[in-house]
Structure formats: structure tokens, C-alpha cells
């Protein structure tokens, strides 16, 4: 199994969770997060005062998938999240041991099914 982690500009979100349900992917996680990279902020004046925003706001996107699916996954966010400008993202891809469904006690690929 794969973990795959998306970073994304939250303007995007919608059209991820698009992808989401086209794929028939079970689970999904999503977290509205700061940080920072190439983009590096911007500045403003506030109240007469330079004021420098170095992060900004992203939506992250957790999902665990077989890894036959990884590819596949990974490469449809990547392209509905793409823009071509600094600030588009990230996409992590990570191996997953094992899951336990609490409720059923089902296991690895089962679990995330």
C-alpha cells in the first residue's frame, strides 16, 4: 500500500475530490495547512507597516491506496492541481506497513478497500 500526500492550492480542492470519486478511492483526509516554498509569500502594508507573509495557505490531502492505484492517483492530481505558476504543490508518495479497520479488524489492502 501507498500514502499519498498532496499539497495543493485550496482553489483546487474541489476538482481533486473530483479525481477522488472518478478513481473509487475509499478514504480521503484533507487539512488546511500553512507553509511555505518557491512561491515565498508576499507583502503588504499594514497600517502604514510592511508587514511580510511568509506562508501561505495550502490544503493538504492524505489518502492511502493498493499500490498498483499509486501511479495513477498521484499522477491525476498532479494534473488537475496544476497551473504552471510557483505555488501549485507537492505530492508525496510513501510505503504503508499495514492498516487495521478498527470496526471489522480487517488488514492491509481490506482495511483501506
Not at 509569500?41 to 506562508?55: A, I, L, P, Q, S
Request: aromatic letters at 8%; charged letters at 30%.
Amino acid at each position: 500500500m501507498k500514502k499519498i500526500e498532496a499539497y495543493i492550492r485550496p482553489e483546487k480542492l474541489e476538482e481533486i475530490k473530483e479525481v477522488i470519486d472518478k478513481l473509487n478511492l475509499n478514504g480521503l483526509s484533507v487539512m488546511q495547512v500553512m507553509g511555505c516554498g518557491n512561491q515565498k509569500g508576499w507583502t503588504e502594508f499594514v497600517r502604514g507597516v510592511e508587514v511580510d507573509y511568509n506562508f501561505l495557505t495550502k490544503i493538504k490531502i492524505e489518502t492511502v491506496v493498493p499500490d498498483e492505484q499509486a501511479e495513477a492517483v498521484a499522477s491525476c492530481i498532479a494534473d488537475r492541481a496544476y497551473t504552471g505558476e510557483f505555488g501549485d504543490g507537492k505530492i508525496f508518495i510513501s510505503d504503508v506497513q499495514d492498516a487495521i479497520r478498527i470496526r471489522t479488524g480487517e488488514r492491509g489492502v481490506d482495511a483501506v478497500k
